[in-house]
């Protein structure tokens, strides 16, 4: 979509700190980081968010939690373990409507919700 923010990182438009990319993903830092290691990984196809999943766009999960698998280790993150969270929509607190899974590691999160 043209004036997502996160479609325009993909396209090149608007500058990110890339760790990791594919034919279907990339991952990038956040911009404002809630861990010492914060990434989104973020499908370039633009869907909203988990609730626009739906048969014909569902494949795009695997290809977000390869990456996952890929990306925390590269950022030798793996082992030790992180956090990953899905906002969605206004009460999960998502601001960004493009679908992104955040990975948050380099730190124990004894803080719990659930
Ligand atoms: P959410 O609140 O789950 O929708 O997450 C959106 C995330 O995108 C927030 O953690 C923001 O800090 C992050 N963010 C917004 N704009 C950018 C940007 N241009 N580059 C990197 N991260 C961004």
Same mark, same amino acid.
């Given at each position: ?9 993909? #396209?090149?438009? &608007?500058? =990110? ?9 990339? $991952?990038?830092? *956040? !911009?404002?980081? /809630? ?8 499908? #370039?196809?633009? &869907?909203? =968010? ?9 494949? $795009?999960?695997? *290809? !977000?939690?390869? /990456? ?47």
């Amino acid at each position: 979509m043209s004036d997502c923010v996160f479609c325009k990182i993909i #396209k090149g438009e &608007i500058p =990110s700190s890339k760790v990791y990319e594919n034919e279907k993903v990339v $991952v990038f830092r *956040d !911009i404002n980081p /809630a861990a010492p290691i914060h990434v989104l990984v973020v499908p #370039k196809v633009h &869907i909203e =968010s988990l609730e626009a999943l739906n048969q014909d766009n569902i494949g $795009v999960v695997t *290809d !977000i939690h390869a /990456a996952i698998l890929e990306t925390t280790r590269i950022l030798g993150i793996n082992e030790e373990g992180y956090r990953v969270i899905v906002n969605c929509g206004k009460n999960g607190g998502q601001t960004v409507p493009h679908l992104h899974y955040h990975i948050l590691g380099g730190a124990r999160f004894d803080e719990k919700i659930i």
